[in-house]
């Protein structure tokens, strides 16, 4: 595959599909998305995408966000886009009801309007917050990695 010049030095992302004998493969250029926000019964805004909690851009960053203020106990994850029919892309824990360590922990990205992400449909895993109070939270949506401290 050629790249352009436009396309050169630039992250990409790859999905590979070997499930049933059919090898396939998707190349594409990464573009950071531009908002993130923390939905969840631990968020300030609960589950309602409407009102989910808006993370702040890195300005030196394009893939960093983050984020500071009061979280209860509950569940936590992170919406890129708040589509209403919560068929959007997401940032979750790779493993369901994980509990936030306070060091660099890995995520799991899936779109779940995005055609070769249609076997995470069903995916639907949550930080589990087990106190209330004041959190930083650090996302590089590049790195697929998120810190989540208790101040």
Request: charged share 25%; proline share 5%; net charge negative.
């Amino acid at each position: 595959m050629l790249l352009s010049e436009a396309e050169s030095n630039k992250p990409y992302k790859l999905y590979l599909d070997i499930t049933e004998g059919e090898e396939k493969m998707v190349m594409s250029v990464f573009t950071p998305y531009e908002n993130m926000y923390l939905v969840g019964s631990a968020a300030p805004g609960g589950w309602d995408l409407g009102n989910a909690s808006p993370m702040t851009l890195d300005s030196e960053n394009p893939y960093v966000f983050s984020w500071t203020g009061a979280i209860t106990a509950g569940e936590l994850k992170f919406s890129c886009d708040k589509q209403s029919d919560w068929n959007g892309a997401w940032f979750m824990p790779v493993e369901a009801d994980r509990v936030p360590t306070g060091e660099v922990e890995d995520m799991l990205f899936t779109d779940k309007s995005a055609p070769e992400y249609a076997d995470y449909m069903d995916v639907d895993m949550k930080w589990n917050i087990q106190s209330a109070g004041t959190y930083t939270i650090t996302l590089d949506q590049l790195k697929e990695t998120v810190r989540i401290v208790k101040q």
